[in-house]
């Protein structure tokens, strides 16, 4: 029911920005809590951050806390992780995804639909 297509990934040096964009096809996108997780070589996927459906509430992995902002255009269909001040340690691969329960939103089992993923890397 929901398509997910992530982008916006690259090689950037540390401390630099990026701008993580991922675009929905469906038609209730805002009846989704959006999601970003990442994972990196040899690692388990890990939660970053989320957004509620319309953006009132937000919640972060601790590490990221005050360097990425996640937010969502829901006119657009699109949710966005903004992040500053990259560190070698945030290279993985980057996903979104979606769920329909904020409960959940730390729970890779609980999200429905995920993003094709997008690299990031980040040289020290």
């Known amino acids: 029911q929901v398509q997910l297509v992530d982008s916006g990934g690259g090689l950037v040096q540390a401390g630099g920005s990026l701008r993580l964009s991922c675009a929905a096809s469906g038609r209730t996108f805002s009846s989704y809590v959006m999601g970003w997780f990442r994972q990196a070589p040899g690692k388990e996927r890990e939660f970053v951050a989320a957004i509620s459906w319309r953006g009132r509430s937000t919640d972060y992995l601790d590490s990221v806390k005050g360097r990425f902002t996640i937010s969502r255009d829901n006119a657009k269909n699109t949710v966005y992780l903004q992040m500053n001040s990259l560190k070698p340690e945030d290279t993985a691969v980057y996903y979104c995804?979606?769920?329909?329960?904020?409960?959940?939103?730390?729970?890779?089992?609980?999200?429905?639909?995920w993003g094709q993923g997008t690299q990031v890397t980040v040289s020290s």
């Open positions: 995804a979606a769920t329909r329960g904020y409960s959940g939103r730390n729970w890779p089992k609980a999200y429905d639909y």
